[in-house]
């Protein structure tokens, strides 16, 4: 099938469990080893420089999540200013420009978000040099208004919408890897234009720790991803 496997959360993977094993480690024992992992760029336990280095070092790509947005915010007309936000969070952090790396805004379940914010929103971070990438639950029965004002920004922004944005689903929930490519999706678009899917199921630590299991599509998709140069 050439799905290829990872993991998001918001513990660092580099973190020291008491059973002796760090985070990263764990998930390989109970999974297999990570291809990438999505961590949020701001926050309590945001992305670092150690973590960077830690997940590059063991050649594992980094999803990049900004994560400090609220439903005001995503359902406002103008989103350059969030999206100058995120694109300063991934600078901060080294994160090169120009490069086709992708940052994930999150969109809750339960928000509404406007198209118009996607747009301008997807316009900051390619005017910054980063690729402009939507997490959300593309169920529609469950978030009518994601599917909806998604659509809406892909018949806006054309080609763009389909070679320079990327998509993190998150429905329908699964147990076990998909034996193939279905995520839901907007109804201007395909289940193949989904990039990326978080499944539902997790790994957990005890009770604080619990990382999302995801899938990539392909290894094509990866080019999205920040990589160990």
């Not at 099938?1 to 660092?12: A, I, K, N, Q």
């Not at 390989?28 to 926050?43: E, K």
């Not at 198209?115 to 939507?134: E, Q």
């Not at 689903?169 to 193939?180: D, G, I, M, R, W």
Request: proline share 4%.
């Amino acid at each position: 099938m050439g799905f290829l496997y990872g993991v998001s959360g918001e513990t660092p993977a580099n973190t020291k469990l008491t059973n002796g094993y760090d985070l990263f480690s764990w998930v390989m024992r109970m999974s297999s080893v990570p291809a990438f992992w999505g961590r949020s760029m701001t926050g309590r336990n945001q992305l670092t420089l150690e973590e960077i280095e830690f997940l590059h070092s063991n050649r594992c790509g980094i999803a990049l999540i900004f994560n400090a947005l609220t439903e005001t915010d995503v359902s406002a007309l103008n989103g350059i200013e969030d999206g100058l936000r995120a694109a300063n969070a991934a600078k901060a952090l080294g994160v090169p420009t120009h490069n086709g790396i992708a940052v994930f805004a999150e969109i809750h379940d339960e928000w509404s978000v406007n198209h118009n914010w996607m747009i301008s929103y997807a316009y900051a971070l390619l005017d910054s040099g980063y690729i402009p990438g939507f997490i959300a639950n593309t169920d529609s029965s469950k978030n009518f208004n994601f599917g909806r004002q998604c659509s809406h920004y892909a018949d806006y922004m054309g080609d763009i919408a389909r070679s320079s944005t990327v998509y993190w689903a998150t429905a329908p929930k699964l147990e076990n890897e998909p034996f193939q490519w279905d995520p839901y999706c907007p109804s201007q678009l395909k289940p193949t234009d989904m990039n990326l899917w978080r499944i539902g199921s997790s790994i957990k630590y005890g009770d604080e720790i619990s990382v999302a299991k995801n899938y990539i599509r392909d290894e094509s998709n990866t080019r999205f991803l920040w990589k160990h140069k």
